[in-house]
């Protein structure tokens, strides 16, 4: 494993767009948090529960630590970033932690693989968050391609 790198930047977060997804004050960049997908708001209550959940963790007026990986960007200009919590909490480990995401690995952005699969697992096997019901029966990634059934 190579050098951990250093913070690089802060984030005021200015709005939660959805649960893996945020706006921050600094130049009203938007910031797609890595490793994580969360349900889509089209996908109803699981898709506003984890923006709560989000938004829990980072209140609008909180300044986070931004760190990136590898790639900065995606095809739509969003920073892809890991964001940590005044106290110093990986915000993308706490929602696969809290069962608000299922880890989503698009190489070469996998510094924390390990770690958000570790927590969705164990999230998973103990029904917490979003775990309790059927919201990833259809994993969001399949909700946006239109792979699931929708009777």
Same mark, same amino acid.
């Given at each position: 494993m190579g050098p951990t790198p250093a913070m690089t930047g802060s984030c005021t977060v200015t709005r939660i767009i959805d649960g893996d997804t945020l706006e921050c004050r600094e130049?009203?960049?938007?910031?797609? /948090?890595?490793l994580i997908d969360a349900p $889509? /708001?089209?996908?109803?209550?699981?898709g506003r529960q984890a923006r709560q959940a989000l938004e829990r963790l980072l209140p609008p007026g909180t300044v986070a630590a931004v $760190? /990136?990986?590898?790639? =900065?960007?995606?095809?739509?200009?969003?920073? /892809?970033?890991y964001l940590f919590t005044p106290t110093g909490e990986m915000v993308n480990a706490v929602l696969a932690r809290q069962g608000f995401v299922v880890p989503l690995v698009l190489p070469p952005n996998v510094r924390y693989e390990q770690q958000i699969r570790? =927590?969705?697992r164990r999230a998973r096997g103990r029904g917490a968050g979003l775990w309790r019901g059927s919201a990833f029966d259809c994993r969001p990634v399949d909700h946006r391609g239109g792979r699931c059934d929708h009777r």
């Open positions: 130049a009203s960049q938007r910031i797609r /948090l890595l $889509e /708001l089209s996908q109803g209550s699981s $760190e /990136l990986d590898v790639q =900065e960007r995606d095809r739509y200009g969003r920073i /892809l970033a570790a =927590e969705a």
